[in-house]
Structures are given as structure tokens and as C-alpha cells.
């Protein structure tokens, strides 16, 4: 609708800067895929906003653009609500992306594990030491986030050699090196779930804080800034845990039941 008033003002200013602008970023707005996150899209809203707003300072009822102020400033209001919303699951996309990696590590434990199995390979000494060393280094060189998705996909390829083979001295091997890598899996888990305890509940503070019951568009674009940085802080204090290396974590516990055997 926007655009279509603007298309009639230009038959009469074709050559008007600011008219030519505001239909320009109307069509880009429109051009946008469905898929584009509300975000950008709500920068370019609050861009025609802006326009409309310096437009309505100079313009005669004739060319007024004023039918369109309380439309346009609904929506951004409802997409800032909307973004709001969306903040409650802000840790939880962020477990997610760490799962979503894990992905690229089928092909490898794949040529690694089940090619070898598959061509009768496995009965190869030096075979064996080979996937010894190279699934410790899979999940001894891993981090805090990704440590129980890793240790599940070996879990997948025991039962995936367990279905080609019932009796495979790789499976054997595996199982132990699971069981030996799972004693760590519970203060793993209990790090990050304390962690994500505490910056949940900063979540919910930057949420309360946000003062988005104003429908002033000034007023709702500094308290997105101000509420994005402070979003950004807890963010990247849970990415910091999940991406912890669990190397120094498992030696230490080692040395740690070593002494305390002694």
C-alpha cells in the first residue's frame, strides 16, 4: 500500500530524491525472500518508517503519507514483541548449532569404522591401534558442548557394526572406549546444565527489562540496542562453556583418581 501511494506521487515528482528512496527500499523490502530472518526485515521497516516520519514534516494534506503511520508502527511493534518471544530460546538454538555440527564427523567415523569392517580389515592388529588412537583423539580433543553428541555417534556406529558383523573385535574396542569416555559425561553435563541455569535467568532479566510496551519506534530501537548487547554478553558466556576443551577437564580428573588411589 505504501508503495502504491508512493507510485502515484512519483507521476507527479519523478525526479524527487526522497519519494524515489522510499520506493526503492519499499521494493527491496518486498523483494526480500520468505526466509529472511524478521530482524533484517525490521530494519528495513523502521528505514520507510523513518522516511514516512521526515516526509509527514513538509508535506500538505495533498501528498500526505499520514495513512500509513499507525499501520507501519503496528507492525514493527508486533515484530519486536515477536523478537522478544523468540529470546527464550536463544541457549536452546544454541544447542542446537552444536548439534547440527556434529553432522560433518559421520564421514570420517564412517571411512574410519565401518569401511574397514565392511572389506574384513578389522582383524588387522595395527588396525585396531590405528582406530584406538584416532577415536581418543576424536573425543579427547572435543569441547564441553559437543563431548555427549560425539560419544551418542560412536554409541550409533557399535550398533551399525553390530548389525553387519555380531561378533567384531572393532565393536569390542569401541565399547570400551565408550565406557571409559561416558565416566566423564556426567559433571559434563552438569557444567553446562548449571551454567545454563544461571544465564537463563539472565535472559529472563534482559527480557523483563525491556521496556517494549512503549509503541514510540525511537524509543523501541534504543531498547532493542541496548537489550541486543546485553542478549550478546550471555550468549557468548554459554558459547564460551560449550566450546571449553575437554582435554584439561579429563586429565585432571585422572590425575586426580590416580592420587587418590595411591
Known amino acids: 500500500k505504501i508503495q502504491s501511494s508512493v507510485h502515484e506521487l512519483l507521476k507527479d515528482w519523478p525526479e524527487h530524491a526522497t519519494l524515489s528512496d522510499l520506493f526503492r527500499i519499499c521494493q527491496e523490502f518486498l523483494n526480500c525472500p520468505s526466509t529472511t530472518p524478521i530482524c533484517r526485515m525490521l530494519g528495513k521497516v523502521e ?3 523513518g522516511i514516512i516520519v521526515e516526509w509527514e514534516k513538509y508535506a500538505h494534506t495533498g501528498v500526505s503519507l499520514n495513512a500509513h503511520y499507525n499501520p507501519i508502527t503496528s507492525l514493527i511493534v508486533s515484530w519486536r514483541k515477536l523478537e522478544l518471544a523468540s529470546w527464550k530460546q536463544v541457549l536452546i ?5 552444536t548439534e547440527r555440527s556434529i553432522g560433518k564427523w559421520w564421514f570420517h567415523l564412517f571411512e574410519t569404522l565401518i569401511l574397514p569392517t565392511v572389506n574384513g580389515e578389522e582383524e588387522d592388529e595395527d588396525f585396531e591401534i590405528k582406530v584406538v588412537s584416532a577415536i581418543n583423539i576424536f573425543m579427547s580433543q572435543t569441547t564441553f558442548g559437543e563431548f555427549t553428541y560425539r560419544l551418542n555417534l560412536l554409541k550409533a556406529f557399535v550398533c551399525h557394526i553390530e548389525g553387519l558383523k555380531k561378533h567384531s573385535p572393532i565393536k569390542d574396542t569401541l565399547n570400551n572406549i565408550i565406557q571409559f569416555y561416558t565416566m566423564f559425561q556426567p559433571q559434563i553435563l552438569e557444567t553446562i546444565s548449571l551454567t545454563k541455569v544461571d544465564l537463563e535467568k539472565r535472559v529472563n532479566e534482559v527480557i523483563l527489562l525491556a521496556s517494549w510496551k512503549d509503541i ?3 524509543a523501541l530501537k534504543l531498547s532493542s540496542k541496548k537489550s541486543h548487547l546485553a542478549l550478546y554478553k550471555v550468549i557468548r558466556k554459554y558459547r564460551d562453556c560449550l566450546r571449553r576443551p575437554v582435554k584439561e577437564y579429563i ?4 590425575n586426580t583418581n590416580v592420587k587418590t588411589i595411591i
Not at 93 to 97: F, L, V
Request: hydrophobic residues 25%; glycine residues 0%.
Open 47 to 49: 528505514t520507510i518508517f
Open 93 to 97: 538454538n544454541e544447542d542446537r548449532k
Open 216 to 218: 514510540n519506534i525511537d
Open 251 to 254: 586429565e585432571s580428573s585422572i
